[in-house]
């Protein structure tokens, strides 16, 4: 049987990924399972919860980082079982945000490779696809902006700095890459964005499907 294809879709805040992989899963169903992380709904999900809402809720940063990777890790079996079931899995933010995110509270010790090491061993997308929106007062005013921790314009601007330093890291960009594509998603419509998204995914259908998992 063939195996299903990992997509995912990263970007920084109120982006618009949720609505985009909504979307996505929508167009694959019912051949499809749609994974968002963090899962907040898992006992570590529910303490990464309490740390993004509450802001009297103090953790280290290591122990932060630890969880959200611990949190992956809780889904990681049954991802590798849906995409050997022939299903293909449509995932709301990964290991690329993990890294960016932490990296970017420049924790003395916490650099990129720090922050990849415990994610290590985890399956890598075979599309990965960025959200970028150069415009950050854009994003800024999409609905909900500053109601958790991280939302603020300061850090997310760090944040997209730290992404491209794990795409250089880790996908070797600016090169070439069958795996990332990076859409600039300012001023575009949802629907434009999902077009998008759509034609790239056909494109990857259409190939050969890779027998091979590739790892973190
Ligand atoms: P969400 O808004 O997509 O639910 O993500 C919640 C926040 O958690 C968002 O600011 C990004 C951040 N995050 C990390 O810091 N590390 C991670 O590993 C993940 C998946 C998200």
């Known amino acids: 049987m063939k195996r299903g294809l990992l997509i995912l879709i990263e970007g920084l805040d109120r982006t618009g990924k949720t609505t985009q992989t909504t979307l996505l899963f929508e167009k694959l169903k019912p051949n499809a399972k749609l994974i968002k992380f963090p899962d907040r709904t898992t006992c570590i999900g529910q303490l990464i919860d309490k740390y993004l809402t509450e802001n009297d809720f103090e953790l280290p940063d290591q122990s932060v980082h630890l969880l959200f ?3 992956r890790w809780e889904l990681s079996q049954e991802l590798q079982r849906y995409l050997l079931a022939g299903k293909h899995v449509v995932m709301d933010r990964y290991v690329y945000s993990g890294i960016a995110y932490s990296s970017a509270k420049e924790t003395s010790g916490m650099d990129l490779e720090w922050c990849l090491r415990p994610d290590k ?3 890598k997308p075979d599309l990965l696809f960025f959200l970028l929106n150069e415009d950050p007062s854009d994003t800024s005013s999409r609905r ?6 991280y939302e603020t314009l300061q850090f997310q601007d760090k944040v997209k700095d730290q992404f491209f330093n794990v795409f250089r890291a880790l996908e070797n960009y600016p090169k070439p890459n069958d795996r990332l594509r990076v859409l600039n ?5 949802i629907e434009k964005v999902a ?3 759509w034609s790239i995914v056909q494109e990857k259908l259409a190939k050969e499907p890779p027998s091979e998992f590739t790892f973190f």
């Open 69 to 71: 990777s611990a949190n």
């Open 121 to 123: 061993g985890l399956i």
């Open 144 to 149: 909900g902006f500053g109601n958790e921790r």
């Open 185 to 189: 998603v300012a001023n575009c419509s």
């Open 195 to 197: 077009q998008e998204i």
